[in-house]
């Protein structure tokens, strides 16, 4: 799983990765949030509505379930079974709260964090994606030091200053956790 502030280049790198790893998936989270211009349900996210949401946590269809920003998030099963039944690795973009709770119900998964340069970075980024209003920037940028602060709780952190090198970073560190979950030569 990979997790790491809104902003940090989780979802870049992680792309990266996918274009020279052909057995990884990332599996595709539920959220009740808005779909933003561009996003397709089923792609970046499952779009429902909170009482849909609830009525799967109800029924335990999420392998792990969280609240940020105001939305719920979380990852179902379903798109674990799929992502595995195909004999792919999975990869999960998590926030914290929902890594927390992964650990908990798949302790043998591997974390990584993926760390901003800095805030002032950090908060940069989130302002030059204008997809967030300013309050929404500033929540996300509170939340950011929260999670910086627990990066210590992961497998692996990976500072995102410069694309290709965290870019290169991330598959190592997949690559090695992949062949040494399959058995393969450690390195």
């Keep these: 799983m990979v997790s790491g502030p809104s902003g940090a280049g989780k979802g870049t790198l992680i792309k990266g990765a996918l274009e020279r790893i052909g057995d990884l998936a990332v599996a595709v989270s539920a959220?009740?949030?808005?779909?933003?211009?561009?996003?397709?349900?089923?792609?970046?996210?499952h779009f429902?509505?909170?009482?849909e949401f609830a009525r799967l946590v109800e029924s335990g269809?999420?392998?792990?379930?969280?609240?940020?920003?105001?939305?719920?998030?979380g990852t179902l099963n379903t798109e674990l079974d799929r992502i595995m039944d195909?004999?792919?690795?999975?990869?999960?973009?998590i926030e914290?709260?929902?890594?927390?709770?992964?650990?908990?119900?798949?302790?043998?998964?591997?974390?990584?964090?993926?760390?901003?340069?800095?805030l002032e970075e950090l908060a940069r980024r989130l302002r030059a994606r204008a997809?967030?209003?300013d309050e929404e920037i500033e929540a996300?940028?509170?939340v950011a030091r929260t999670e910086v602060a627990a990066k210590?709780?992961?497998?692996?952190?990976?500072?995102n200053d410069e694309i290709g090198r965290a870019t290169d970073e991330l598959v190592s560190v997949i690559e090695s956790e992949v062949e040494v979950a399959s058995g393969g030569p450690q390195g």
């Design 31 to 45: 959220t009740t949030r808005a779909m933003r211009p561009g996003e397709v349900d089923g792609r970046e996210y």
């Design 48 to 51: 429902m509505s909170r009482a």
């Design 61 to 73: 269809a999420f392998l792990e379930h969280a609240e940020f920003a105001g939305n719920r998030y």
């Design 86 to 93: 195909s004999g792919r690795s999975v990869i999960l973009e």
């Design 96 to 118: 914290l709260q929902g890594a927390r709770n992964v650990r908990v119900v798949r302790p043998e998964s591997v974390s990584v964090f993926i760390e901003p340069p800095s």
């Design 131 to 133: 997809t967030d209003a």
């Design 140 to 142: 996300r940028l509170e």
């Design 152 to 159: 210590a709780e992961f497998d692996h952190v990976i500072l």
